[in-house]
Nanobody
Framework: QVQLVESGGGLVQAGGSLRLSCAASGRTGVMAWFRQAPGKEREFVAVIGWGGINTEYADSVKGRFTISRDNAKNTVYLQMNGLKSEDTAEYYC????????????????????WGKGTLVTVSS
């Protein structure tokens, strides 16, 4: 089973930017980012197909976050701009067998493999 390791989290002021990375131990297919705020359910953020063309986003991050990937490096990225205090959460990388649009609808139950997460804290 592929191993996923996230990095890039940290403390940032509201309006700032961060780029998260997810390094996989091997080749992956459809990849996604989820997040979980304290006391809340883990929620879908973004998903990308293997070719990097098909992407889906949660309404709450559309226009601010961009998911991308470098298959030569087995790495997926999440560029986060215009960060808000409500973006504060643990961010998890995920691998799935579902197509991007399906995973966006199914959510966390469609994930096969999780990373351990990286914490993003946005100060207002």
């Amino acid at each position: 089973q592929v191993q996923l390791v996230e990095s890039g989290g940290g403390l940032v002021q509201a309006g700032g930017s961060l780029r998260l990375s997810c390094a996989a131990s091997g080749r992956t297919g459809v990849m996604a980012w989820f997040r979980q705020a304290p006391g809340k359910e883990r929620e879908f953020v973004a998903v990308i197909g293997w070719g990097g063309i098909n992407t889906e986003y949660a309404d709450s991050v559309k226009g601010r976050f961009t998911i991308s990937r470098d298959n030569a490096k087995n790495t997926v990225y999440l560029q986060m701009n215009g960060l808000k205090s409500e973006d504060t959460a643990e961010y998890y990388c995920a691998a799935t067998a579902f197509p991007p649009r399906a995973l966006a609808k199914i959510g966390k139950s469609g994930v096969e493999t999780w990373g351990k997460g990286t914490l993003v804290t946005v100060s207002s």
